[in-house]
């Protein structure tokens, strides 16, 4: 993902004058130039910022800022400068033993124009209503598979923490604390997707089509890539010309689904990777020469075959699943 240090000069805030949201674009973005980002309250705003150093203060922190400590007014810049943020304050006042519910919305738009209308459609909402009508959505997805054992935290992981990460996190954001690119992994989401077989078949269908898109002629895949431009990683990764065929067989041994094999898919063509080269990022063309998902399969795993020392072991390569062993044997030995 984006580098705070390297991004912060480039982005530009802005705020609604409808809704008083505060906005955010970076037109010297390479992939996301033309998106706006959004935060906004359900009503209000006593004072606002762009200023990152004016909130955090020179002492304070993101978990003690110097504007939330002092209980000072923001002052209201909202303008291009070399640390943004996003701050809103509102006073409240609690009564007696009583409580205040506060909203607030972020989000990403295709336009100032769609973020505005994105915060005037979401504001006017019933939260409450909407909370509830998606804990329904998520109860309906989650309780397809239920344990009981005598241990509630082996229970709590596996009937609700587990399944909503590997969904939420793994498959529909594609991004974690260390990591937030939102490219697609090769393996990756194959394997995420075999965890989910029973809650919702159609994933895996779907992420097994997807993955075979990114394939070379020649059987080996694209390592990761990025939805939007396409644009993606060849390497010399040993694992992944595998995973296709493992999760189409584990999709076929759980669904019946033998049609997926029938699928035509076409391939994606781009420049080989030369002698001693670990990996090489590019935008592949998509090839106008197709197969059917079996092809592809069987394509992936000539090329694992192939890939195998004089005794007959498969050679590790640019690295497997493991990515800390990543080139241990990129010299094609081991």
Known sequence: GSHRSRTAATIVPSRDAVTGALLAQNPYGLDFSDRVAFLATDSAAHSVTADRGEFIGRHGTSELPHAVLSGASLSGRVEAGDDPCAAIARDIDIPAGGDVTLLWLLGDAASAEEASALVQHHSSKDF????????????????????????KTLNAMVNHWLPYQSLACRIRARSAFYQASGAFG?????????ALLVHDPKLARDQILNAARRQFPEGDVQHWWLPRTEAGVRTMISDDVVWLAHATSHYLQVTGDTAILREQLPFIDGPPLEEGEHDAFFTPEISKKTASLYDHCARALDLAIKRSSPAGLPLILGGDWNDGMNRVGEHGKG
């Not at 409450?128 to 241990?151: C, H, K, S, Y």
């Not at 090769?186 to 075999?194: A, G, I």
């Open 128 to 151: 409450d209503q909407r909370l509830a009508d998606n804990e329904r959505t998520w109860r309906g997805f989650l309780d397809t598979i239920q344990v009981e054992t005598p241990d």
């Open 186 to 194: 090769f393996r990756d989401q194959l394997q995420d997707t075999l």
